[in-house]
């Protein structure tokens, strides 16, 4: 069964420092392209970025751009997202999943909050 598992969240000043951790299992974490969305309350789930298998970025979000630094370690099946001078817009529900969403690989971790204030 392919389950993403999210933790890393919690409160943090403005200009403060989080590390986000993903730890994908069910299916074999170096093949398979890896996002980070993040859901901020009212507001539709948004892609922040995008990594394949290889570690290649192919996507960060202009939002986050210079502040966000995304990695894997393919042989923990982890996804790393380490945020920096973090902002309050960047408070939200952060979820990670495979960029393909076929067959068992539509749902969805629990995510890990995000809250960024003074």
């Known amino acids: 069964q392919v389950q993403f598992v999210e933790s890393g969240g919690g409160l943090a000043q403005p200009g403060g420092s989080l590390r986000l951790t993903c730890v994908g299992s069910?299916?074999?974490?170096?093949?398979?392209?890896m996002n980070w969305y993040r859901q901020a309350p009212g507001k539709e789930r948004e892609l922040v970025s995008s990594m394949t298998g290889r570690n290649e970025l192919t996507f960060m979000a202009d939002s986050v751009k210079g502040r966000f630094t995304v990695s894997r370690d393919n042989a923990e099946n982890t996804m790393y997202l380490q945020m920096r001078n973090l902002k309050s817009e960047d408070t939200a529900v952060y979820y990670c999943?495979?960029?393909?969403?076929?067959?068992?690989?539509?749902?969805w971790g629990q995510g890990t909050q995000v809250t960024v204030s003074s």
């Open positions: 069910g299916f074999i974490f170096s093949e398979y392209s």
């Open positions: 999943k495979t960029a393909y969403s076929g067959p068992d690989f539509n749902s």
